[in-house]
Each structure stands twice: as C-alpha cells, then as structure tokens.
C-alpha cells in the first residue's frame, strides 16, 4: 500500500534514506505523517440523529387527542358553566405545552467525541490552555471536603498541567475552605501523579477510595507496588479528611498565612487573591495552578450572587492566565471522566467549530443517587430525550455547572464579527488598562504568559464591588445579571447572537453532583428554578423577542418557552387539580359522562401519554417505579415550589419584594444507593410554607371522597352532577400527594408540622366556603 502514498514529503523522506543509520528515524517519520494524514481527515466528533420514527408518531397521536378534547369542549362551551370554561383554558395550556414539547424532541441528535484522534492530530505542547472555576458559597452548606475533592479531580485531569490553571470563589470568605485547599495542594503533589502513572479512572479520591477494592477504579495494574502506593495514597487521603473535619468541628486550623481572615464578615471584607500552588516550571507533569478568591464584599453593593462571582472570576483569569476556554462547575461537581477536557476540545476544536459552538455543556449526572430516584431530581429522562432534542436545534442551554465556554464569547463577541477585534467591548470592561489588554488579546484567540503572582495587584482592581460600575459587566459581558437563574440567560444570550452549543454525555459521565436528598433541599432548587426562569421570560431577554429581533432560531425559541414557563405551568395545574374536588362538593361536572363518547377521548388521552412516558424511562434503563416517582413529584413539584417561584416573580414585578438566590444543601455522600439509610427515600418537610399548597390540595380531595362516599352533594342544578370521572380524578390526585398523606400522620422530619396543617385546614374550610356559595348561586 505504501505506493499509493501520494504525500511529496513522505516521497521525499524514503528518496534521502540512503544509510542504515538513518533509517530508523525516517521510517519514525514516516510513520507520523502517515498517521498525521490519516487522522487529519477524520472529524474530531460526529453529529449523530436519532431514529425516533414511533416516538414522532405518539406525539403526533397525543396532539390530535388532545384538539379533539378541545374542539368538543369548544362545542358545548355554551351549554355548560363554569367548570367547562375553566377545563377548556387548563387543556388548551396543556396542548400548548405538548406542541412545545413535540417541536424540542423532534429531531434528537447525539455528539460522539475522539480524543484520540485530537491527541494524533495536536501535539500535546500546542493543546489549548483552560482556566477552570469552582464556585462555593457558604461552608455549611457545602462542606469544604466537597470544595476540595472537587478541585483535586479537576487538578488530575488528563491533560498538560502546564496548560491548566483551577480557581475557587468563595463566597462564604471562609478560612476554613482556603485552609482546606491548602491542605488539598499539598496532597495534591502526591494524587496527581499517582493518577497520571495508574491510569486511575475515578480521580476524586473520596469516590476512589469509597471501597477496600482497590482495582474498582484503577487501570489494569495489579502489582504488589500499586497495591502498596494506593494503601499509602489512601492513608494520605484519610489524614487529609482527619485535618478538614477537625478544623470544621473544632476550628483548630494550623497556621497558613490567615490573617487576611482575621475578624472577617462575610458580607462585608475586601477582596482576599491567593496564589496557593503555581507552576512556575511550566512542567508537562507538574501541578496545575491553584488560586483562592474572594471576591470584595459590601453592603451597600449588591454581589449579583453566582453571575457576579463568575464575572469576577472571568476578570481575574483574564489577568493571569487568560485561557482561551473556560470551564465551570459547581463545588460538588467533580470530574469523573479523566479525559474530559480532551472531549470538550474535539467539540471546540473540530471541524468549522470556531465559527458555530460557544459552549459545551456536559450531562447533569449525580453519584450515590437514591434507588429509583424518590424526589424525581436526577433528571436522567429530561437530558436523555429533550437535551437531545435541543441538540437538534441549536443546541442545549447553559446549565451553569459542567460547561466549558469559549472566553471571547463570554466577553460578548458577535458571531459575525469574530475576525476582528470589536473595540466597542473594548471601552466596556472597564478601566483596568490591564485588563483591556487582556481582552483584546482574547478576542484575537491569544494566551497570556502563566503569570499568576504577578498579576495580584491588578487583579484586586478588579475583584472590587465598585469596578462594575460604569461598565457592561452583567449587561453585554460575562455573565448576565437580572435572573437567579443566570446560567440560562446567559446561554440564552449567546443563543441570540446567533451561537449554537453542544450537549455531550460520554462514557462514563463527565462531571457527577450530588443531587438534594430531601424535601426541603429539591423544594428550594426547584423554587429557585421557577423563579429565575419566569424573570426571564417576562424580561426583555424572553426568547420571543430574541427570535423576532436577534439570531434565535424560531424552534429554539419554542425549545425555551418550554422552560421558561415553568413558573407559569402552576396556575393551570392548580386550576385543574381543583376541579375534581370542587365538581364533587357542587354535585357539577367538568368531564363528559361514561356514556358519552368524548369520555373515551380523555381516558385514551390518559393512558397513551402514560404508557408513551412510562417507555421513555423503560427504554432509558430506569424502573417502573422510578417512573412513577417522577409522575407523581412532577405534580408535587409544580404545584408547591414552582407555584412558590411564580408568587416571588409576582411580588418582584410589583415592587413589593425582591427575589433572593438560595443556596442548596449539598450532602456528603454516603452509602451507595442509602443502601443502609432506613429512612432514604422518605420525604422530609420542615416548617416552609411551600408545603401548605401540597397540604392543602390533599385535604380538599380527601374531604371531596368523604362527601362523595357519604352522599352528601346537594342535589345538581342541571341533573348531571358529578360521576366517576371526577372521582377517579381525586383519587389520582391522592395517589401523587402520597407522601403528604403519609406526613400527616409521620414524625419528626417525616411529619408535616403542626402549623403548616393547621394552615391548610384553614383553607380548605375557606374552599368549602366558597363552593357552599357557588352551589347556592
């Protein structure tokens, strides 16, 4: 075959191979080229649809179903009171809501990725450099051990040390987290290389070490050596834990340079910039750069909670390592896939990406996550289907954890303007002439020297509250402020310029997190969610406008809409859910009769839309009864924090109260699974009032089946008061507040507190009220 080899240099080489002595070498360089040229024409990553021929046909079947209900509903509208009109308003949102999702899943597509071929095809030394930002906030919350074994996966990955460098934000100023990241370099001098000689596949050593067996995530290496360093490694690790729980229980931290924390308000200090490990050497196989931050705090500047810190961090790397590319997770985010910054780049890097990806969003995958997904957060359905639907668009939203970005593009580069360096974003980063210079050698795709030490001084300016001000931080660069939800807008951003981005979900998993293990913890993430999302969709950022006056696509825009209405979907849910009761207590009815047909319309409705998600989960490897977790914490979710989400965006907008971010409880992992946790998988509540909307809606459908059983409706106005429909509606609405029912009655954290029934009882005597008045009208 080697004649066929067309290449004049190749020629070349075997024409000047005249000596034995030379031989050798030029066969090596023939053997380079040759590979060179045969990886030089295969892609970095491929683009592969999705065959979804049956799927397309049962959404199309549910969405005619669903016009059929409307169009009898719409017939007899004037036959019937109000029941029907308020049945025909909740049905048509939910037919929107199907259109939305129908449009997204329609064209699913999966990324493939080849690091291997990336490496082939770029020398190591001319691999792009990454600065990586973990964000924290509050030491309590999220433990420092989760901070630190976080940042040793991120320190571990397989790629040049000298091309990376890791910065923390603490925006607790905890003098806890910086010792326990000092305390975390020193170990990791010793992980990192024990990782890169043994191809350890799991590099967070508390995963790693989470069992005796010491080949669980390692390499084929077995040998008497390894066994004996992973033994020491694991003692290291296991002192390292014994130092942070210490200093968190005791506050015994042995000196490290903390004075800048003495008598330190967490809410009011000044900027505190340490350089805890820098790799002077520039050594392939040394350590990368490891950087402490705190941004300055005061209260009379608001810190625009994650998208400040995240600007700060911007501006800060900008100074001192300026990479080209990005990457972000949060404190409890680590790395589980070695080579994952060699997957993010054949995306960035391959073929035309330069001029169409932005980002790279990995999956949202979690570890230890509890057997058959009880608070139904592990959001494995969602990114299966409709993060591959987004794909086919122009592609998945930020996600705000396990993302990497392309830096000039945070700094607001237009996508038809990429060539040049725009000077209008110049006179906008503010007055740093350090950090004008910085960006404009971003925009033009140049790195600065490492120069970590430095860069101190300057990088203070601009880690101040005040150096915003007069700038387009927030408002045309970097992270956009304006939304507890920052990370969606943001994409949203870059989206409207006319950007796509990649979804990417290799094997194994990128990034794992910890997902909120009890009520009030995934009540308050999902509150959060709800709330930032309806702050954009009523802002000027709403995707409807980006589609009529910037570069959205149009399906992209309805691919949003089907997320930013979230905080909307509660008032037709609620509306819906008290429809049964209220037809059952006024002896009315909002569904068609047994004996007519259009009844069948419903129930087929119904059973195809359970059937057809019940296979979604099935065919995504997922329980029966993780399905029905999901079913049922969909209802409790919308109806209780995102009904919560959309009262807080209602007092925002009249200006009788501001939104607030809230941080989620991250927990430290423990047995698999809860596999010996009791109570795993029980839902918790506490004292919030986000559990009265739950509370209340049981209660409503347990007093509609008493009266119901007890025949105690007053007699119907039109001789057709309610039937079975309405009441196997109320059971179903009890079957998915099973937990709630099961609070009333539990203890401790498994038991609805006293007060928060007692609330609900108020309202449901209210309820009774009031259909008492409508059933005598």
């Known amino acids: 075959m080697l004649y066929q080899i067309q290449d004049s240099n190749i020629y070349q080489i075997f024409n000047n191979a005249d000596e034995d002595v030379k031989l050798k070498s030029h066969w090596n360089s023939f053997l380079f080229l040759f590979m060179a040229n045969a990886t030089t024409s295969l892609p970095l990553f491929e683009k592969i649809p999705r065959k979804n021929t049956i799927q397309r046909g049962f959404d199309i079947i549910i969405f005619f179903l669903l016009l059929l209900l409307l169009v009898y509903r719409l017939y007899f509208l004037n036959h019937y009171g109000f029941t029907w009109i308020l049945a025909f308003l909740c049905e048509s949102w939910f037919t929107f809501t199907w259109v939305l999702v129908i449009s997204t899943k329609w064209t699913l597509v999966d990324y493939n990725t080849y690091p291997d071929r990336l490496l082939q095809r770029v020398p190591e030394v001319e691999l792009p450099s990454v600065d990586m930002f973990v964000t924290t906030a509050d030491p309590v919350l999220e433990p420092p051990i989760i901070t630190v074994n976080t940042v040793l996966s991120l320190l571990a990955v397989d790629y040049p040390s000298h091309k990376l460098a890791c910065y923390v934000s603490d925006d607790g100023c905890s003098p806890l987290t910086y010792y326990s990241l000092v305390e975390a370099s020193k170990f990791a001098k010793l992980w990192v290389p024990f990782c890169n000689k043994y191809n350890v596949q799991v590099r967070a050593p508390f995963r790693y070490f989470s069992g005796d067996d010491f080949t669980k995530f390692s390499g084929s290496d077995t040998s008497s050596n390894f066994q ?51 790799n002077k050497e520039g050594l392939l196989d040394g350590l990368p750069g490891l950087v402490y931050l705190s941004r300055e705090k005061r209260p009379n500047h608001s810190h625009r909670y994650k998208a400040g810190a995240m600007n700060v961090l911007t501006r800060v790397s900008g100074l001192m390592t300026n990479a080209p590319y990005m990457l972000n997770v949060d404190c409890d985010m680590y790395a589980n896939n070695p080579k994952i910054v060699l997957h993010a780049m054949c995306l960035l890097l391959g073929s035309n990406s330069e001029k169409e990806i932005a980002f790279v969003q990995f999956s949202n995958a979690f570890y230890d996550g509890l057997k058959d997904d009880p608070y139904g957060n592990q959001l494995v359905v969602l990114l299966e289907y409709m993060a591959c639907g987004f794909s086919g668009l122009q592609g998945f939203f930020y996600g705000g954890t396990g993302c990497f970005h392309r830096r000039k593009v945070i700094y607001g580069l237009q996508l038809d303007n990429i060539d040049s360096v725009n000077e209008e974003i110049l006179k906008r980063v503010g007055s740093s002439k350090e950090l004008m210079k910085s960006v404009a050698h971003a925009l033009k795709g140049k790195t600065n020297s490492p120069d970590l030490s430095n860069s101190i001084d300057t990088a203070y300016q601009v880690a101040g509250c005040g150096y915003e001000h007069g700038t387009s931080w927030g408002r045309q660069l970097g992270w956009l402020y304006g939304s507890t939800t920052e990370d969606i807008l943001t994409g949203l951003r870059i989206h409207s310029k006319g950007w796509k981005s990649a979804f990417l979900s290799p094997n194994p998993q990128g990034f794992l997190g910890c997902a909120p293990s009890g009520g009030p913890a995934s009540m308050t993430q999902q509150k959060r969610w709800a709330t930032g999302l309806l702050e954009v ?26 997320v930013f209405t979230w905080g909307l979907r509660p008032i037709p849910e609620l509306c819906y859910a008290f429809l049964p009761a209220y037809c059952i207590i006024t002896n009315s009815h909002f569904l068609p009769k047994v004996q007519e047909q259009a009844f069948y319309i419903a129930i087929v409705v119904f059973v195809i839309y359970h059937l057809y998600t019940l296979s979604e989960y099935l065919r995504a490897g997922l329980s029966v009864r993780s399905w029905w977790n999901n079913q049922r914490m969909a209802r409790i979710t919308t109806m209780t924090a995102w009904f919560f989400g959309f009262l807080i965006v209602i007092l925002k907008l009249l200006r009788i109260s501001e939104t607030v971010f809230e941080i989620t409880k991250k927990d430290k992992s423990t047995s698999s699974n809860g596999a010996h946790d009791v109570d795993a998988g029980r839902f918790t509540f506490d004292e919030s009032p986000i559990f009265v909307p739950g509370t209340t809606i049981l209660m409503v459908h347990l007093t509609a089946l008493v009266v119901s059983l007890l025949n105690l409706q007053p007699p119907a106005h039109d001789g057709l008061g309610s039937g079975l429909g309405e009441v196997l509606c109320s059971v179903w609405l009890v079957l998915c507040f099973w937990p709630f029912l099961k609070g009333l009655f539990g203890k401790g954290k498994h038991g609805i507190p006293l007060f928060t029934i007692c609330k609900s009882a108020a309202l449901v005597l209210l309820f009774l009220h009031l259909c008492r008045m409508t059933a005598m009208g």
């Open 228 to 278: 004996q360093e992973w033994k020491r490694m694991k003692d290291e690790y296991e002192q390292l834990c014994v130092k942070i729980e210490d200093a968190v229980q005791n506050q015994n931290i042995v000196p490290c340079d903390l004075t800048a924390f003495s008598e330190i308000d967490s809410k009011n200090h000044p900027t505190i910039l340490k350089v805890i490990w820098e």
């Open 537 to 562: 969709l009523l802002s000027k950022d709403c995707p409807i406008l980006a589609t009529l006056f910037a570069k959205l696509h149009w399906r992209q825009c309805l691919a949003y809409l089907w």
